[in-house]
């Protein structure tokens, strides 16, 4: 299938500074990218759809300013966690959509741990 | 997106087939069934997908019932590796760029030695 990349695979931050989450669509070209939060034992919650070259659309309850996404390539995305605090600390995942041959199919990243301390 | 209703858990014993059931009863006729698993820790996999036709690859085998209101997914052979949650969504193949994919609580499939 196709391959979705996330960098880094794990980041520890302190309280109060930004972080950037990058999601690479690697073979295909992605025009949606999704991004969701995971706490443990939980389900994938989204937070969040994005469209190149246009604003995210958020979830209820998500903070835009807060969870900043930039999608201005067909191949990257990123989400930005600023001012974070210990509460950010969750399981990031991207995903992308691929409307090639597999025919809309969504493909995952790795997903990227975020510690705030 | 179609609610899908799923068992919170399963057990199957290595080498054995794993039958995971999956309930989609108000789906439209433009939606498909996708399947993806996660293992602890890693972003999702997708597994296959279908609209009403079984569908075999090399992961699993897709069973969609004719009214498609429920499918199971086949592991033939369960390893230890399948170890993991399975989720099942129902969304169309064809849809706007603002289509987004929600999850459920999915099944917990636990492979036993």
């Known amino acids: 299938g196709a391959v979705v990349s996330q960098h880094p695979s794990r980041v520890i931050c302190k309280s109060g500074t930004s972080v950037k989450i990058e999601c690479r669509s690697l073979?295909?070209?992605?025009?949606?990218m999704f991004w969701y939060r995971q706490f443990p034992k939980q389900s994938l919650m989204l937070m969040a759809t994005?469209?190149?070259?246009?604003?995210?659309?958020?979830e209820q309850g998500v903070e835009k300013d807060k969870f900043l996404i930039n999608h201005a390539s067909l191949t990257l995305s990123t989400l930005t966690v600023t001012s974070a605090h210990p509460e950010d600390s969750s399981f990031y995942i991207c995903?992308?959509?691929?409307?090639?041959?597999?025919?809309?199919?969504?493909?995952f990243g790795e997903g990227s741990w975020l510690t705030v301390v | 997106d179609a609610k899908t209703t799923q068992p919170p858990s399963m057990d199957c014993a290595e080498g054995r087939a794993a039958n995971l059931p999956c309930n989609h009863s108000?789906?439209?006729?433009?939606?498909?069934v996708y399947w993806y698993r996660q293992i602890h820790s890693q972003g999702p996999q997708y597994i296959i997908h279908?609209?009403?036709n079984n569908e075999t690859n090399e992961m699993a085998s897709l069973i969609i019932t004719e009214d498609r209101k429920s499918s199971t997914l086949i592991l033939p052979h369960a390893t230890l590796r399948d170890t993991a949650v399975y989720y099942c969504?129902?969304?169309?193949?064809?849809?706007?760029?603002?289509?987004?994919?929600?999850f459920g609580t999915g099944t917990k499939l636990q492979v036993i030695p």
């Open positions: 995903s992308a959509r691929d409307r090639g041959v597999t025919g809309n199919t969504i493909y």
């Open positions: 073979d295909f070209q992605a025009t949606t």
């Open positions: 994005s469209n190149e070259g246009s604003k995210a659309t958020y």
């Open positions: 108000t789906i439209s006729g433009n939606e498909y």
């Open positions: 279908g609209l009403k």
């Open positions: 969504i129902v969304r169309p193949l064809h849809s706007g760029g603002y289509q987004k994919v929600t």
